[in-house]
């Protein structure tokens, strides 16, 4: 983590806590709470895993029935594959939350992440929640980033205060997640908080255009988790109204939150399970959007391309073969470059002229790396963001219940 990501602003309107349930191990935050201040609008985006959470159905369906007042997040339990129970369990948390706070049940949105399957304990949250509302605090979002890990092993979390038509303006969230990652929608966990003035409708457009320009651009393994759930807040208690600024301020502050997103996203790639590499991968001039992220997804999850990455291999066949396989139509190889950050290794079909194994070798060795297909076939250009394979993350998901 660097110092920007240390330095995190609170937001007028947002205060959260973090406690220890007896969820994961004794002593370990594992009950996240965040209360959002009366008139907050609140987007998301949620997981396309048909066999979603029940806390991620409930937070559907009360975020669009009601003004939600606080987010009820727990780790070390996904109540995920429980059916009704599961659901009924989640609902009495949001009940007895409700009940604390002075608010409607359906003002609270539950999240769950951990392992799958098993009942949730409802009694332990429960007991939970009085501390957790007596140690709401605005300041406690690195709390709240420690409180939502699960094989994670840095917290995740990033900050921006700016200046914008005059009115200061922050921007800050968090997130979890390090494996179970491909989130087609969002990530693990995230929750992105600001102090502006933002319609519903408006905050829900932002939400998905950010997700998609980062949680929607990485991967470690392929899989799409159960949980997973994008959360952006707008408190209203700043001094900017995004509707009242011009359309080139407006530019201004989805660039600052995209950025915030984009940040977060990369840092799930960057403490992935077991991972020894941060890898971009770029699809360019390609006939559409699609088809460049059907490659750079179809690279970016190949085990052969990621152990290879891990082993420091310039094994450029294993790339060229994925290219060939990913089920692009009419594709002409003769017009495809694959390079290795600057190093050409692929031109007209075959191995580039310039190319050397030692050029390969001193890519391979690095701690971030750059894999780049130009297609000479369009104008789009995508990119995704993953990482290697290596011994560790067996092991990891292996022993994850042990």
Known sequence: MNELEEKLYPVKGIRMSAVAAGLKKPGKADVVLFELCEGANVAGVYTKNVFCAAPVLLARKHSTSHSPRYFLINSGNANAGTGEAGIQAALACCTALAKAGGVETQQVLPFS???IGEALRVDKIISALAPAIATLDADAWLDAAKGIMTTDTVHKAYSEMFFLAGKQVTITGITKGAGMIKPNMATMLAYICTDAVISVNTLQELCQEAAN???????????????????LVASGQGDLVYSEITKAEQLEFTS?????????????????????????????????????????YAIAESPLVKTALF??????????????????????????????????????????ATYTEAMGKEVMKQSVIFITVKLHRGDYSEKVWTCDLSYDYVKINAEYRT
């Open 113 to 115: 992440t951990g392992v």
């Open 213 to 231: 320009l980062s949680f929607n651009r990485i991967t470690v393994d392929g899989d799409t988790s159960t949980n997973d759930c994008c959360m």
């Open 256 to 296: 600052a939150l995209n950025r915030v997103f984009v940040h977060l996203a990369q840092a799930i790639i960057k403490d992935a399970e077991g991972a020894t590499k941060f890898v971009t991968i770029s699809v360019e001039e390609g006939l559409n959007s699609d088809e460049c992220l059907q490659l750079a």
């Open 311 to 352: 082993a420091s291999d310039p094994n450029w066949g294993r790339i060229l073969a994925v290219v060939g396989r990913a089920g692009l139509a009419d594709l002409d190889i003769s017009k495809v470059g694959i390079y290795l950050d600057d190093v050409c290794i692929v031109e007209r079909g075959g191995r580039s």
